[in-house]
């Protein structure tokens, strides 16, 4: 008779392999609530697809400092620029994802779905696990005051009536400042000229000599020149009016709802990271952002403080790939 306990029978193999494997599942959500309780436990790295300097880079500081602050670690900003950001994004994808490496994305994000397709290096909706809006930034539409406009209405009937005239630059094709250029051609059915830089500094300097006539950018980037009355602001693209311009209507007051660009800036983790993990920076990141002191400092300098949580900031970063993806396509806009 075959001895059904002995160690070197294969059946007895098979069964204790599969006792073994249980035995492990079972401990699987032990062993992940243990790693989120402990959490963090030694330095975490922010991985930034810019430069520093950037406003990317400037909000990915502010959120290590409130997770330093909150979590007892620190978290170290590495700027990993270059790509149009898929450089350091891509970093940010093959990286452990054990929580100890997360990364700031902006719209460029969601953008480079659609402009880039299948050279894209990674997959934005697959290999990713999101954490937390962290804000959005609404554009300004502002002209050279030689334009001679005061307001949005008066701009669209100057562009209707001299097409292919007044030019708007930004930081290159397929960025964020380009596609709201082309939201607004569309929905106010007008013909202006895009005139793509590198970077966009050189934007704002051709824009204060005249050399193009308009330009969208974040508020916190214009406000300046727009209180010195350099630039004249016309309209903004949040769905409300923003504090520091209450002057300024919004594209949906003008009638034009659907120019309606709005940088976004949040936290994601390589896909798979622990939703224990995540959770806790998610529910760290957002106190601040909505109540905190970090709501404070982003409110005062032209920022709207969301603080989303994991699962709204996934169903955005889908919505947006969807959007932008139709738009680019439409538009035929072509990556350089």
């Not at 270059?82 to 093959?94: C, D, K």
């Not at 106010?188 to 050189?202: C, E, F, I, S, W």
């Not at 970063?317 to 439409?330: G, H, N, P, Y």
Request: aromatic share 8%; hydrophobic share 40%; proline share 8%.
């Amino acid at each position: 008779m075959t001895n059904t306990l002995c160690p070197t029978n294969p059946r007895r193999r098979g069964f204790m392999a599969a006792t073994g494997a249980l035995a492990a599942t079972a401990m699987l959500p032990w062993s992940l609530n243990a790693r989120a309780a402990g959490y963090p436990d030694k330095p975490v790295h922010f991985m930034v697809p810019y430069p520093p300097g950037a406003a990317t880079d400037n909000l990915a500081r502010l959120a290590g400092q409130v997770f330093s602050q909150a979590l007892g670690q620190q978290f170290i900003v590495e700027n990993r620029g270059g790509g149009g950001t898929t450089i350091g994004t891509r970093a940010l994808a093959t990286s452990t994802a054990d929580g100890y490496t997360i990364g700031m994305v902006d719209s460029a994000f969601t953008i480079n779905p659609g402009l880039l397709g299948e050279r894209l290096p990674y997959n934005t909706l697959k290999d990713f696990t999101p954490i937390s809006l962290m804000a959005t930034a609404p554009f300004v539409l502002v002209v050279y005051p030689s334009v001679g406009v005061e307001d949005i209405q008066a701009f669209i009937k100057l562009a209707q009536a001299k097409p292919g005239t007044l030019s708007y630059g930004s930081a290159g094709v397929g960025s964020a400042p380009h596609l709201a250029g082309e939201q607004l051609r569309r929905e106010a059915k007008v013909d202006v000229l895009h005139v793509p830089y590198r970077g966009g500094g050189t934007v704002f300097t051709d824009l204060l000599g005249g050399q193009v006539q308009f330009a969208f950018a974040t508020v916190p980037s214009l406000l300046e020149y727009i209180k010195s009355g350099k630039l004249r602001a016309l309209a903004v693209t949040s769905n409300k009016r923003v504090a520091q311009l209450p002057d300024v209507p919004t594209f949906a007051e003008a009638g034009l709802p659907g120019v309606d660009t709005s940088p976004l800036f949040g936290l994601v983790a390589p896909a798979g990271t622990p939703p224990q993990i995540v959770q806790k920076l998610a529910a760290t990141l957002d106190e601040s952002v909505r109540k905190g002191d970090l709501h404070a400092k982003l409110s005062a300098i032209g920022f709207e403080p969301v603080g989303s949580g994991p699962d709204a900031f996934a169903q955005r970063i889908k919505a947006d790939v969807a959007k932008w993806t139709e738009l680019i396509q439409r538009a035929g806009i072509k990556a350089e």
